[in-house]
């Protein structure tokens, strides 16, 4: 099936691992030319010589950029001549597992600001570029958590929660300008994000990171539906979908990655 993203241009942020990784290469997969930018150099430029290994025939390029600087991401984005496709994936907050009461106001204002302002600023400045396009998205990765908030890390969630109300506005304003706008709630896949949990349970309980694997993951299988966990690729399959000709009239939506965990939407 021709997906119709053959030669187009897509923006990654967050793009040196876990899902902002796996939508690159994913997209490279249909064709399309890649454009990477995180904060760590490194691992920015393996991720960049891996997908130019396995398709030669794409162009790569990253930059480093602080997401939640508006004037960083400006200066980014007025250095792009073409744009057809802004995977916002940047984010985070959930490095450790935090309570809601003691969190200093650093906390809740700088996760805001990576998390929903970023994608803000990456959308405002990727505008005018995305109005040149035939086929223009915005594609904005969110979680389970803004719907169905857990015990931890609350600063996170409220920050996706005010990415899901972001979405669906910014969706509105662009919709007329044939952009549309999507947000997918991914929730519990196996991942960089998802080892990291697994360590810090195995150092919180003292024991050793095979046996914090099983336990994380009976927890969390038991809440599926589908008795089993999804992976960054399966949120970068759905990122090429949305991103496609096929879904042309889908704008300012949520979309559950959670293999049924999710209760209700509202």
């Not at 004037?71 to 450790?96: A, C, P, R, W």
Request: hydrophobic share 40%; proline share 4%; glycine share 8%.
């Amino acid at each position: 099936m021709d997906l119709g993203l053959k030669g187009r241009t897509a923006l990654i942020t967050g793009s040196s691992q876990g899902i902002g990784k796996a939508c690159a290469i994913a997209l490279a997969r249909e064709g399309c030319n890649i454009i990477l930018c995180a904060r760590n150099a490194s691992k920015l430029r393996t991720v960049c010589v891996e997908i130019e290994e396995m398709y030669p025939d794409i162009n790569v390029n990253w930059a480093t950029v602080d997401a939640t600087s508006r004037e960083s991401v400006k200066s980014f984005l007025s250095q792009i001549h073409s744009l057809d496709i802004l995977v916002n994936n940047v984010g985070g907050g959930t490095e450790k597992p935090l309570k809601l009461w003691g969190l200093t106001e650093e906390q809740w204002i700088d996760t805001y600001k990576l998390n929903a302002l970023s994608m803000v600023w990456f959308t405002e400045f990727a505008v005018p570029l995305l109005e040149k396009s035939l086929q223009p998205r915005v594609i904005n990765i969110g979680s389970k958590t803004s719907h169905e908030p857990g015990w931890n890390n609350p600063h996170y969630g409220a920050a996706k929660s005010a990415m899901d109300y972001l979405n669906k506005r910014i969706s509105n304003e662009l919709a007329p300008k044939g952009i549309c706008v999507n947000v997918i709630g991914p929730h519990a896949l196996i991942c960089d994000t998802w080892e990291r949990d697994v360590r810090d349970r195995a150092q919180t309980l003292g024991i050793a990171i095979q046996k914090a694997r099983a336990i994380v993951t009976k927890e969390v299988v038991s809440k599926i539906p589908m008795g089993r966990q999804g992976t960054d690729e399966d949120a970068a399959n759905l990122v090429v979908f949305l991103a496609s000709a096929q879904a042309n009239f889908i704008t300012g939506t949520y979309i559950p990655l959670d293999g049924g965990a999710t209760r209700s939407i509202l």
